[in-house]
């Protein structure tokens, strides 16, 4: 079983910045795929930004492609999501998940509680 606790969420102007991080326990940390998703007010969830377990190869929506970076520290077993140029429409809660070498993002092995992140304009 994995754990995982984001923290780092907020209200900000648009044009500010946020770095979120996520802290995970119960398993090598350096064995799972990390993830980024958010679901705002009325849609879908998203995934926005991934992470490989070496931290070699990353992924990212287009939308925020140039804005937003996805990095990991397997030391300090955590992941972390630096938002910069942060728009409204960025406003969602924002959920840090994991899986496997083998898992698919379709439905990630574990999820956090997920973090606020507001951006006002």
């Known amino acids: 079983q994995v754990q995982l606790v984001e923290s780092g969420g907020g209200l900000v102007q648009a044009g500010g910045s946020l770095r979120l991080s996520c802290a995970a326990s119960?398993?090598?940390?350096?064995?799972?795929?990390m993830a980024w998703f958010r679901q705002a007010p009325g849609k879908e969830r998203e995934l926005v930004a991934a992470i490989t377990g070496s931290g070699g190869g990353t992924s990212y929506t287009d939308s925020v492609k140039g804005r937003f970076t996805i990095s990991r520290d397997n030391a300090k077993n955590t992941v972390y999501l630096q938002m910069n140029s942060l728009k409204p429409e960025d406003t969602a809660v924002y959920y840090c998940?994991?899986?496997?070498?083998?898992?698919?993002?379709?439905?990630?092995?574990?999820w956090g509680q997920g973090t606020q992140v507001t951006v006002s304009s």
């Open positions: 119960g398993r090598t940390f350096s064995s799972l795929r």
């Open positions: 998940a994991a899986t496997g070498v083998f898992g698919t993002w379709v439905r990630p092995d574990y």
